[in-house]
């Protein structure tokens, strides 16, 4: 089966900073990874598909990168509502499969 | 807008058995594979099972395969979780959600919101 990792689990940021979350998984998902948000006691929401094609609706400041095993989210000039959990899910196959989340606080 | 109202979660004993459902509205619901995922308390999310556009091909998690089964009733609109044998570790927000794909299976793309799951003598 595929794990997933991310890192780090929390990250305290400023509002105006630049932000990197990093997701890896255990074998080639070849960019079938998703990144969603989710702010307590909410469902969570889509951000990033594929590895790096932002949903319609997102600001830009989200972006998405990476290949093979090794995938990355962003966040330019974080803003008060991108505090949040954020989880890296591969899609790679009829498996689907969450990193373990990363906190972004202040 | 796309909507997507679970329901049917409460408390239940170990061993025994639980139905959630799922309301849908606001898109073609037959045109679209739907999934379950959850999230027990404080921890992370964790997908449990799909069920393509027709209703023809289920996949499962590990942890449920065997105990819950996914359906579904193009004709009303409705997306039913089936969970037997039912765990104090399955205790868990449960929320169905909309894929992205058009008549494939593809990614999770819309969350509803969810229905807790308690299971505790």
């Known amino acids: 089966d595929i794990q997933m990792t991310q890192s780090p689990s929390t990250l305290s940021a400023s509002v105006g900073d630049r932000v990197t979350i990093t997701c890896r998984a255990s074998?080639?998902?070849?960019?079938?990874l998703a990144w969603y948000q989710q702010k307590p006691g909410k469902a969570p929401k889509l951000l990033i598909y594929e590895a790096s094609t932002l949903e319609r609706g997102v600001p830009s400041r989200f972006s998405g990168g990476g290949s093979g095993t090794e995938y990355s989210l962003s966040i330019n000039s974080l803003q008060a509502d991108d505090f949040a959990t954020y989880y890296c899910q591969q899609y790679n196959g009829y498996s689907f499969i969450f990193g373990p989340g990363t906190k972004v606080d202040i | 807008q796309v909507l997507l109202v679970a329901s049917g979660g409460g408390v239940v004993q170990p061993e025994k058995s639980l139905r959630l459902s799922c309301s849908a509205s606001g898109f073609t619901f037959k045109s679209y594979a739907m999934h379950w995922l959850r999230q027990a308390p404080g921890k992370g999310l964790e997908w449990v099972a799909v069920?393509?556009?027709?209703?023809?091909?289920?996949y499962y998690s590990d942890s449920v395969r065997g105990r819950f089964t996914i359906s579904r009733d193009n004709s009303k609109n409705a997306l039913f979780l089936q969970m037997s044998s039912l765990r104090p570790e399955d205790t868990a927000v449960y929320f169905c959600?909309?894929?992205?794909?058009?008549?494939?299976?593809?990614?999770?793309?819309?969350w509803g919101q969810g229905t807790l799951v308690t299971v505790s003598s």
């Open positions: 069920i393509s556009s027709e209703g023809a091909t289920e």
């Open positions: 074998q080639n998902i070849n960019s079938w």
């Open positions: 959600a909309k894929d992205r794909a058009f008549y494939d299976i593809g990614f999770v793309a819309y």
